[in-house]
Nanobody, 128 residues
Framework: EVQLVESGGGLVQAGGSLRLSCAAS????????IGWFRQAPGKEREGVSC????????YYADSVKGRFTISSDNAKNTVYLQMNSLKPEDTAVYYC?????????????????????WGQGTQVTVAS
């Protein structure tokens, strides 16, 4: 059974940092792209970042480039999203997702329905 378990969300002041973790199990980690989506109230789910476990390719949405860093620890089957210089507009539920599809499917708001596996989500709230 595939499982993605997120942790690390919370409340932080603008300019602060958080690190999200996504612990994966039930599939061959190296065969998958793993990434993060977020969804704010009343808005579409949008892709934030993705990493290809096999070759380390990474993707970032323009809104988070230079502030967020995605990484993976293949030995622990865990993906991390380090979020720095957080802004109130980063407030959302953040979802870890995984699929054998390439990272391109983790971009924007158009392809997320094709992603096969999802975590339960973790709330990130950035106070101004």
């Amino acid at each position: 059974e595939v499982q993605l378990v997120e942790s690390g969300g919370g409340l932080v002041q603008a300019g602060g940092s958080l690190r999200l973790s996504c612990a994966a199990s039930g599939f061959t980690f190296d065969d998958y792209a793993i990434g993060w989506f977020r969804q704010a109230p009343g808005k579409e789910r949008e892709g934030v970042s993705c990493i290809s476990s096999s070759d380390g390719y990474t993707y970032y949405a323009d809104s988070v480039k230079g502030r967020f860093t995605i990484s993976s620890d293949n030995a622990k089957n865990t993906v991390y999203l380090q979020m720095n210089s957080l802004k109130p507009e980063d407030t959302a539920v953040y979802y870890c997702a995984a699929d054998t599809l390439p990272c391109g499917y983790f971009s924007g708001s158009y392809y997320y329905s094709a992603i096969g596996y999802w975590g339960q989500g973790t709330q990130v709230t950035v106070a101004s």
